[in-house]
C-alpha cells in the first residue's frame, strides 16, 4: 500500500521544516523517501495549501486507571444515559469512555497519548482501559516513592543497585513507558495522620525524606537508562508560596534530567492583599537556570471538570471545595493514595483567575518549546477537549486580551501577562506538541515526519481562528491507515501501547515474590499485566521501544537552531 | 376546547420518550406540528402520529390512553398544566416538574417525581423504586410539591428527598426516606428494612410500627399539636389522607440516623 500527500505545507523541527511545500510518502504505515517515477500509487491525497504534521503526542494526560474510573463513578451526572446515543454505540454519551477519549483525541490530531500515573497495583486495570481506547497509541507512567517496598529498601540503605533493580522489574511488570514519582513519600505518610508534606520532610517509620526518596529514583532513571526523565509530581501542590518548593526540587535534581509535571500548580507565590499571587516570573528563572529540567504546563480553563491525583494530601486539603459538593479519598494497600475532587474553575473567582494567568505566564516567558510542553493535566486543569481553546490562546494575543476582560480583575491587575506579547508560531507549537514531546518520551518512531517513522500524521485547513483550525484536523493518519477525515473518524482501528524494555536482576523477584507473600491479600501473579485476554495479541497490543540516554533538552535545541 | 388527547395505536418494543409531550411545549401549536415531533423510540426516532392518534386541542389539559409501562418521561419538566394518564406509565413520570398537576390511573415505573419542585402528583396504582429521589450522582432529590399514591410503593422513596410531601396509603419497601434531608413522608401500610437510612432531617410518618433500628433512638410518646394542622391540610385531597378518622395526634418519636446528623424523626401511631 502505497499513499502520496501532495503539496502540503509541513511543519517539521526534527528537519527544520517551517511551512516547506513538500510530497510526502507512505508505504505500509511507515514514513518513505520520495519514491523514482513511475512508481504507482495506491492513495493520493492532495493537501495543497494545507498544514502537514506529525500527530500530536501528549506527554500527561490521565486517560486510564484506578482515578479516571472513580471519577466516572463519582459523577454519573457527567454521562446521563440519554436514549438517543450519538456516536451508535453503547457508552458513547459517557464522560469521558475510553471510545470518546479515542475519538475526540483523534479528532484533533492527537495519535500518541500518555497517562502519567499507572499506580503499579492498578497496572492490569489501567492497561485494560486502555486496550479499549481506540485509534490513539497509549503508553503508562508507572508510580513508585509511595510505595512501602521502596521505602523498607531505603530504610534497610539497600544499595543503589537494588533499587535500580527493582525500578527497572516495576517497568516491565506494569508494561509502562516511564517513571513517575507524586509527592515522594507524601502518601505513605499521609498514612500517619501526616497533613502537609514539603521536600525535607521525613516519612514517619521510615526515617526517609522526600528528598532523598526522589533523588534515590532519579538516580535510578538514570542508572537504567530510562529515555524518559523521571517524571515528578512536587509537594506542595496548589499552595502560595510554593514556588520555592519548586526551586528547591530543580535544585534537588543536582544537574541531572528530571521533568516536573503541570508546573502552573508550583508558580504561585504569596504575595499581596490575599497572600497569593503569580510567580511564574521567579519559577521561570529558575528554569533558565537548570537546563536539565523540563517542565509541563497543566494549564487551567474555565469550567467543570474534576481534579484527580495520587497526591492525596493535596486532594484532602481540597476536599472542601469540591464542586458538586462530593469526593472521594482512598488508600492502596502498602502502595500510594489519591483522591477525585470534582472542582469548577471559575472567571469571577481571583485564585482561579490568578490559576489561568499564572499557566500563560508560563508558556510565553520560557521562550523554549524544546522544554516546556504542553498540558493541562487532564481533567486537573481542564479536559484534554479543550486544547484548541488553549493553542488559540498562545498564538493570538488579541484573544487572550479578551478572555482577560472577562476575568476577576483583581488578579489580572496583579499579572503581568498583558506586557506577554509573544504569540507562538505554528513551528514552535509542532515542537511543543510533537517533536519534542516524542524525543523526551524516548520515542523515536514519531513526533516527526523523517523516513522510517511510522505514518501518524495530522492535516489542517489554516485558519485565522486557531481553535476551530485544530479542533477538527481534514486527515489524521495513525499507521498510515486514515483514520479521521474533515474531522469525522473513518474508522474504529485498535491502538497499541508504548513500553520500555529493560534488564535487570532476576534476584529482585524472588525478593518481590516473598514481599508479596507475606503482605499483599492477593499473590504477585494476581497483578501481572501479561497473559491477560486482550483483543489483541500481546505483540500487537505492545510495542517496546529501548533503553537510552535521557532527553536533555539543551542538545536537542542546539541541534536544531540551524532552522529559521 | 376538549383535552388534546393521545390514543397510543401500537405497544413498540422499545423505550419511548415521551418529554415533548407536555403542556408548555405544545401550548400554541397546531394538530400538524404536533403530529409531526419525532419522540425517541430507543435508538431510533418516531413520529407522534405513528404512536398515536392525535384528538382534541387544549394543550393545558392533556390525556394519554392506553399507557404502558415503556412510556418515560412523561410530564417531564412539566409547568403548569394537567396531564392525566390513563394505564400505566414508564421511568421518569414527572421528572423536574415545576407547577402543575399528573395524575396516573395504573402503575408507574422507577425514578416517578424525581427532583420535582412543586406540583400535585396522584398515582392511584403502584410506584417503583426511587420515588420523589434524586437522580444517581445528584444530591437533591424532591423539592417541594406533593405526591400521592394509592398503591403500594419500591425501594428507596423520598432517597435524598429535599422538601415536600410524599403520601403513601399502601406500603413501602426497603430504605424508606433514605438520605433524606428534609421534607415528610407518611405511610398507612407497612414498612421495609432500613428504614430511614442515612436520614439527616424530615419526617417520616406511619401508621403501624417500623423494625427496630440501633440507628433511631427512642425519645418517648408525645401528643404533636402540629400533626392536626398537617392532617388539615390533607382534607382537600381525594384520599384516605383526608378522612378524619386517619387523623391522630399521639406518637412515639424516634430520631435518627443517629450515625448522620440525627436530626430525622420516625412518628409512629399509637393505639
Same mark, same amino acid.
Request: charge should be negative; glycine fraction near 8%.
Given at each position: 500500500m502505497l499513499t502520496r500527500l501532495t503539496g502540503g505545507q509541513l511543519f517539521d523541527p526534527a528537519q527544520g521544516l517551517n511551512g516547506t511545500v513538500q510530497d510526502l510518502f507512505i508505504r505500509d504505515g511507515v514514513i518513505i523517501s520520495e519514491l523514482d517515477s513511475g512508481v504507482a500509487i495506491d492513495a493520493d491525497y492532495d493537501v495543497s495549501g494545507k498544514i502537514v504534521m506529525a500527530g500530536a503526542v501528549d506527554i500527561h494526560s490521565h486517560i486510564a486507571g484506578g482515578n479516571v474510573n472513580t471519577a466516572r463513578l463519582l459523577l454519573p451526572e457527567q454521562h446521563r444515559n440519554y436514549m438517543a446515543r450519538k456516536l451508535g454505540h453503547a457508552f458513547s454519551t459517557a464522560r469521558w469512555s475510553t471510545t470518546e477519549t479515542g475519538y475526540r483525541y483523534a479528532q484533533m490530531g492527537y495519535t500518541t497519548v500518555v497517562e502519567p500515573a499507572v499506580l503499579p497495583a492498578n497496572a492490569l486495570d489501567a492497561h485494560l482501559q486502555m486496550a479499549d481506547i481506540p485509534i490513539i497509541d497509549t503508553a503508562g507512567l508507572a508510580i513508585l516513592g509511595n510505595d512501602d517496598f521502596l521505602l523498607r529498601l531505603l530504610r534497610a540503605k539497600a544499595s543503589q543497585n537494588q533499587v535500580n533493580d527493582y525500578v527497572a522489574w516495576t517497568l516491565q511488570a506494569t508494561r509502562c513507558l516511564g517513571l513517575k514519582v507524586i509527592n515522594a513519600g507524601g502518601a505513605n505518610a499521609f498514612k500517619s495522620n501526616v497533613r502537609s508534606f514539603a521536600l525535607d520532610d521525613v516519612v514517619p517509620d521510615y526515617g526517609v525524606s522526600s528528598r532523598q526518596i526522589l533523588q534515590t529514583l532519579q538516580r535510578a532513571a538514570c542508572d537504567i537508562q530510562l529515555p524518559h526523565p523521571v517524571h515528578v509530581h512536587c509537594n506542595n501542590l496548589g499552595l502560595p508560596g510554593n514556588v520555592d518548593t519548586a526551586i528547591a526540587t530543580m535544585e534537588a535534581a543536582q544537574g541531572l534530567p528530571m521533568h516536573l509535571a503541570h508546573i502552573q500548580f508550583y508558580g504561585y507565590g504569596n504575595e499581596g492583599g490575599r497572600g497569593f499571587s503569580s510567580a511564574a516570573a521567579k519559577l521561570i528563572d529558575g528554569f533558565n537556570q537548570h537546563r536539565n529540567i523540563t517542565m509541563d504546563v497543566g494549564q487551567v480553563l474555565f469550567g467543570q471538570t474534576v481534579t484527580i491525583s495520587g497526591d492525596v494530601i493535596a486532594q484532602y486539603s481540597r476536599r472542601n471545595d469540591a464542586t458538586p459538593n462530593k469526593w472521594v479519598m482512598w488508600d492502596a494497600e502498602c502502595e500510594g493514595s489519591g483522591g477525585a475532587v470534582p472542582y469548577r474553575y471559575q472567571q469571577k473567582s481571583f485564585v482561579n483567575s490568578l490559576q489561568w494567568l499564572i499557566g500563560l505566564e508560563i508558556f510565553l516567558l520560557a521562550e523554549d518549546p524544546w522544554r516546556l510542553f504542553f498540558t493541562t493535566d487532564h481533567p486537573n486543569g481542564g479536559p484534554f477537549t479543550r486544547y484548541p481553546h488553549l493553542i488559540r490562546l498562545l498564538m493570538d494575543y488579541d484573544f487572550r486580551l479578551e478572555c482577560m476582560a472577562e476575568l476577576n480583575q483583581e488578579a489580572v491587575a496583579m499579572s503581568l501577562l498583558k506586557e506577554l506579547k509573544k504569540e507562538f508560531s505554528l513551528y514552535e507549537i509542532a515542537v511543543m506538541t510533537r517533536t519534542a514531546a516524542a524525543r523526551m518520551l524516548g520515542l523515536k518512531d514519531r513526533g516527526h515526519l523523517m523516513p522510517g517513522a511510522i505514518a501518524d500524521i495530522a492535516v489542517y485547513t489554516p485558519e485565522a481562528d486557531k481553535e476551530a483550525m485544530f479542533s477538527a484536523a481534514d486527515l489524521v493518519f495513525k499507521n498510515g491507515e486514515l483514520a479521521v477525515k474533515n474531522g469525522v473518524v473513518q474508522q474504529r482501528r485498535n491502538g497499541a501501547t508504548q513500553m520500555i524494555q529493560l534488564p535487570f536482576d532476576r534476584q529482585i523477584k524472588r525478593e518481590l515474590q516473598a514481599y508479596y507473600d507475606r503482605f499483599y491479600n492477593l499473590s504477585l @501473579?494476581?497483578?501481572?499485566?501479561? @497473559?491477560? #485476554?486482550? *483483543?489483541?495479541?500481546? #505483540?500487537? *497490543?505492545?510495542? #517496546?521501544?529501548?533503553?537510552?540516554?535521557?532527553y536533555s533538552a539543551c542538545r536537542e535545541a542546539a541541534a536544531n537552531t540551524i532552522y529559521q | 376546547m376538549s383535552a388534546l388527547t393521545f390514543t397510543l395505536k401500537l405497544k413498540p418494543d422499545q423505550r419511548v420518550d415521551m418529554s415533548p409531550l407536555v403542556c408548555h411545549k405544545l401550548d400554541g401549536m397546531q394538530a400538524a406540528e404536533i403530529a409531526a415531533l419525532t419522540l425517541q423510540n430507543g435508538k431510533r426516532k418516531i413520529r407522534v402520529d405513528e404512536l398515536f392518534d392525535i384528538a382534541g386541542s387544549d394543550a393545558q389539559n392533556i390525556v394519554i390512553k392506553n399507557s404502558f409501562g415503556k412510556l418515560d418521561f412523561i410530564g417531564k419538566e412539566l409547568d403548569g398544566g394537567r396531564i392525566t394518564v390513563e394505564g400505566d406509565a414508564g421511568a421518569y413520570l414527572g421528572l423536574g416538574m415545576k407547577s402543575g398537576e399528573i395524575e396516573v390511573s395504573g402503575d408507574v415505573g422507577i425514578y416517578a417525581a424525581c427532583e420535582m419542585k412543586k406540583g400535585f402528583l396522584t398515582i392511584n396504582g403502584n410506584a417503583g423504586d426511587f420515588l420523589g +429521589? +434524586?437522580?444517581? !450522582?445528584?444530591k437533591m432529590g424532591m423539592k417541594g410539591g406533593t405526591v400521592l399514591v394509592k398503591g403500594n410503593v419500591g425501594e428507596r422513596a423520598g432517597d435524598h428527598m429535599r422538601r415536600g410531601n410524599i403520601l403513601i396509603e399502601g406500603n413501602a419497601g426497603d430504605y424508606c426516606g433514605s438520605r433524606m434531608t428534609a421534607g415528610t413522608i407518611a405511610v398507612m401500610g407497612q414498612t421495609g428494612k432500613y428504614l430511614g437510612f442515612a436520614m439527616r432531617r424530615g419526617t417520616l410518618l406511619l401508621w403501624n410500627q417500623?423494625? +427496630?433500628? +440501633?440507628?433511631?433512638?427512642?425519645?418517648g410518646a408525645h401528643t404533636l399539636a402540629f400533626l392536626p394542622i398537617l392532617f388539615a391540610s390533607f382534607k382537600k385531597f381525594n384520599s384516605k389522607f383526608a378522612d378524619g378518622s386517619a387523623a391522630f395526634n399521639r406518637v412515639q418519636r424516634y430520631a435518627g440516623d443517629m450515625s448522620e446528623? !440525627?436530626?430525622?424523626?420516625?412518628l409512629v401511631k399509637i393505639g
Open positions: @501473579d494476581n497483578f501481572k499485566v501479561e @497473559d491477560v #485476554s486482550f *483483543r489483541q495479541a500481546d #505483540s500487537e *497490543r505492545f510495542v #517496546s521501544h529501548d533503553a537510552g540516554q535521557p | +429521589a +434524586a437522580l444517581p !450522582g445528584n417500623p423494625q +427496630a433500628s +440501633a440507628r433511631f433512638n427512642d425519645c446528623m !440525627g436530626r430525622g424523626e420516625v
